[in-house]
């Protein structure tokens, strides 16, 4: 059974650990993911973005792949299923097609119709009991053909849409998506802190936490972020075990070419990058 993310960060707020956000972008990746969650005793954030869930038929397909999913293999951990920096449009579908979690992306908005959209997705969320993420200051990166160094929020915007009612919060801090540039000045640890005085309780989110350095991860969520999302990290993972693979030639012994051998290596460096992550962010145990 899918649960909304509300509980699990209020405990890892609470805790000083961090939630992993792991993005799925097929069955394989999803079900390393949710066999590792399980193996760890640790509670997961399945993150689908909206091109992912275009490439997968749609999100009541990843709804029902995922809810099955759970079924057959026995998870017991708490297990959300979340929007990835979803348009309004967007969390609509998913809201219709059983996810338990969205991300309203409504950063790109002037900060009047940010609120009146954040409002308006708050109190349907309370009605069907998912948890709702919104970002302020945009998170830097290529994301749908866009790339920009990170942008540090402003603390009192994110406060002010904290007060909305969502359950956790984005602040860019100079985070950015994809693999970090030579030049990456590092996260803003000021702005992290000024971010978390100000909402209080409320749970952060650090996006692009593929290439921080893990000090940094630790500074972080110290500071109050409660949830992480990897993704660019698993996808570098699981192309190097099946470039390796094929480049041995293996692909090309006995029935080697079978999809389910074929894929095999990179199922498991997903599943060991799963367990790195989980342990770094002190989740492990936490289900």
């Known amino acids: 059974m899918l649960v909304s993310a509300k509980e699990m960060l209020i405990k890892a707020k609470e805790g000083h650990y961090a939630v992993g956000q792991f993005n799925i972008n097929n069955l394989e990746w999803t079900k390393a993911i949710l066999q590792t969650a399980q193996e760890m005793n640790s509670p997961v954030i399945l993150g689908v973005s909206e091109g992912a869930g275009k490439y997968m038929c749609g999100f009541k397909t990843v709804a029902d792949m995922v809810k099955a999913m759970i079924d057959e293999l026995k998870i017991t951990v708490p297990v959300a299923l979340h929007l990835d920096h979803g348009t309004y449009e967007a969390c609509y579908k998913c809201i219709d097609a059983g996810f338990s979690s969205i991300m309203f992306d409504g950063s790109h908005y002037p900060i009047e119709e940010n609120v009146a959209k954040t409002k308006e997705l708050v109190k349907v969320c ?57 030049n990456w000045p590092g996260l803003s640890f000021e ?65 080697g070419f079978d999809p389910r051998k074929l894929l095999a290596p990179g199922v498991e460096a997903i599943k060991a990058t799963v367990r790195e992550k989980m342990e770094l962010f002190g989740s492990v145990n936490k289900a």
Do not use: W
């Not at 971010?195 to 969520?221: C, F, N, R, W, Y």
């Open 191 to 255: 702005t992290l802190a000024a971010v978390s005085e100000k909402v209080g309780k409320m749970p952060l989110v650090l996006h692009g936490g593929t290439g921080i350095p893990a000090d940094m991860i630790q500074k972080a969520i110290s500071l109050g972020v409660s949830k992480i999302n990897v993704n660019t990290e698993c996808q570098l993972a699981f192309a190097a075990a099946t470039r390796s693979y094929v480049e041995a030639g293996k692909d090309l012994e006995g029935k």
């Open 126 to 182: 309370e009605e069907k009991g998912m948890s709702l993420e919104a970002e302020v200051g945009s998170i830097g990166g290529e994301e749908d053909g866009v790339v920009g160094m990170g942008e540090c929020a402003d603390p009192n915007e994110c406060k002010m849409i904290a007060d909305l009612g969502v359950n956790m919060l984005a602040a860019g801090i100079g985070n950015i998506h994809g693999k970090y540039p030579a």
